[in-house]
């Protein structure tokens, strides 16, 4: 059965800071990876996949993710945070294509001025 | 193009009341979802169809039923609601094979 674990329930970063959030996960098979977004009293909105093709991830507004097989991570980065990056984000998996994803219990990220 | 929509967005319940959440969607997706959100927990997947006329337990089904009525329309039912039901609900749909997008959510509270 296919897990993730999101490192930090809280991560806090000034504005223009690098953002990292951690994501690893537990698969027996290549896996999808998602991160989504959510921000206060809204649904989730997806912010970038991995779906086998580049490592390399590149999504909405400014963030990316890396694959790595082995250390078995996704973790989410933004070079520069925006006051408007404050929300909550969540790394999924699923081994069988797009559906029954599997989430991490989510970071919170907090940007102060 | 609304996407996906539930209603309500808001419901308090008593404890053995029931209640049957709608979900709807516009983007003519074969799959829909239905997951629980509590603190610290993630989103669970309660109960899914991935195509018009089937349904299959998620993580999370008990004290749940679902109703697949149509290729737009997935619903959610409380038979006799419990405090633990207490959560927001969220109904996501999807392609065969694409990303899930989801509803704005319903915060649900049993008394």
């Known amino acids: 059965a296919q897990s993730v674990t999101q490192l930090g329930s809280h991560v806090s970063v000034s504005e223009g800071a690098l953002v990292l959030l951690r994501c690893n996960y537990s698969?027996?098979?290549?896996?999808?990876l998602f991160w989504y977004v959510q921000y206060p009293n809204q649904g989730l909105q997806l912010l970038l996949k991995y779906t086998s093709a580049a490592t390399l991830v590149k999504g909405i507004n400014g963030f990316e993710a890396e694959f790595k097989k082995s250390e078995t991570s996704f973790h989410l980065t933004k070079p520069s945070a925006h006051m408007s990056d404050a929300a909550e984000y969540f790394c999924?998996?699923?081994?069988?294509?797009?559906?029954?994803?599997?989430f991490g219990t989510g970071t919170r990220l907090l940007v102060s001025p | 193009n609304a996407g996906v929509t539930q209603t309500p967005k808001f419901q308090v319940l008593k404890t053995g009341q029931s209640m049957t959440l709608q979900c709807a969607q516009d983007m003519n997706h074969n799959s829909m979802y239905w997951y629980r959100q509590d603190p610290g927990m993630g989103l669970r997947l309660i109960y899914y169809?991935?195509?018009?006329?089937?349904?299959d337990k998620g993580e999370v089904p008990n004290g749940y039923n679902v109703s697949r009525l149509n290729k737009r329309e997935f619903s959610l039912r409380l038979e006799s609601a419990a405090p633990s039901q207490t959560s927001v609900y969220f109904c996501?749909?999807?392609?065969?094979?694409?990303?899930?997008?989801f509803g704005p959510g319903t915060r649900l509270t049993v008394l």
């Open positions: 996501a749909s999807s392609a065969m094979v694409d990303t899930q997008y």
């Open positions: 169809s991935a195509s018009e006329g089937t349904t």
């Open positions: 698969s027996s098979v290549p896996p999808y």
């Open positions: 999924a998996v699923s081994n069988t294509g797009f559906q029954k994803l599997v």
